[in-house]
């Protein structure tokens, strides 16, 4: 496809579940960015991917929050023992290259997580 | 605070302008402010960053201060498709959101 796309569009979990949540990035991009959107807010960095390798995870709230991209494509952002409080939008992004200021990010369109 | 600030809300009568302002007054000399907008559901979706210099494209034109301290959004002619949440970002090795601004364009 020609944009982000993301899976499953929808998720419900009771409280102690895991999830995992996945992002087909634009073919070819190198970098991946996960984000979180809670109601009403505006997304929150969580962590950041050149290729397969994690460059920056200071955005995960807890080491429940676990994420991957093993080949440099495909990344899945994994939440073990979920809470309702980690209830949210994840949003995924990439861009072409290193994912410095000034390369554009693109957005797929979410997964909106409800944690019961 | 590294967010940029934002008016909640806005509305703007179709075919008008609808100018969306932005505070960004501790950005540093390397980040990049990107605007980006959101519909109901969907994921933000690009529309036009700078550095420096004002900058235009086929969706919207963006003019920054001299200081850089803010910058201004223009939809040249709203339409009611334009109806979204607005948001200026600052980009270090990131994207830094605030709550955007709600625009709503009306007939």
């Known amino acids: 496809g020609a944009g982000v796309s993301q899976s499953p569009r929808y998720k419900v979990a009771k409280r102690g579940q895991d999830v995992a949540l996945r992002c087909d990035p634009i073919s070819g991009h190198v970098s991946l960015f996960w984000y979180q959107q809670a109601l009403g807010q505006g997304p929150e960095f969580l962590t950041y991917f050149q290729n397969e390798a994690q460059l920056d995870k200071s955005g995960l709230p807890s080491d429940r929050f676990f994420a991957e991209r093993p080949e440099g494509s495909v990344s899945t952002l994994k939440i073990q023992r979920t809470q309702q409080e980690d209830s949210a939008v994840y949003l995924c992004a990439s861009s072409l290259a290193g994912g410095g200021p000034g390369e554009t990010q693109y957005f797929g369109p979410g997964t909106r997580l409800l944690v019961l | 605070d590294a967010k940029t600030t934002q008016p909640t809300s806005m509305d703007c009568a179709e075919g008008r302008a609808a100018n969306l302002p932005c505070n960004h007054s501790?950005?540093?000399?390397?980040?990049?402010v990107y605007w980006y907008r959101q519909i109901h559901s969907q994921g933000p979706q690009y529309i036009i960053h700078?550095?420096?210099n004002n900058e235009t494209n086929e969706m919207a034109s963006l003019i920054i201060t001299e200081d850089r301290k803010s910058s201004t959004l223009i939809l040249p002619h709203a339409t009611l498709r334009d109806t979204a949440v607005y948001y200026c970002t600052r980009y270090t090795d990131k994207l830094i959101f605030g709550t955007g601004t709600r625009l709503q364009v009306f007939p």
């Open positions: 700078g550095l420096k």
């Open positions: 501790t950005i540093s000399g390397n980040e990049y």
